[in-house]
């Protein structure tokens, strides 16, 4: 249900909504996976280098991604949290 929700109307920020292309959807999803996952694992590090890390994680886990939509992914996972 959330993944149809997340499709059709973007990811919802607080009181704004973000609409993102279709093709994007995964990518977020899966930043926000990876995201968690680098809060979990990394709790003394920097924000930037936590950024960095998963930055890193998800070109490595998708190279045909861009790189630009991977950041773009990785900032909206970190306005969803």
Known sequence: MRNAILRAIGVCLG????TIPPQLVWLVEEAITVTRSADKQIKEASGEFKRHWVLS???????????RDVALAIELALRKR
């Open 15 to 18: 009181k704004d909504i973000v």
């Open 57 to 67: 994680k998800l070109l490595k886990m998708h190279p045909e991604a861009a790189e």
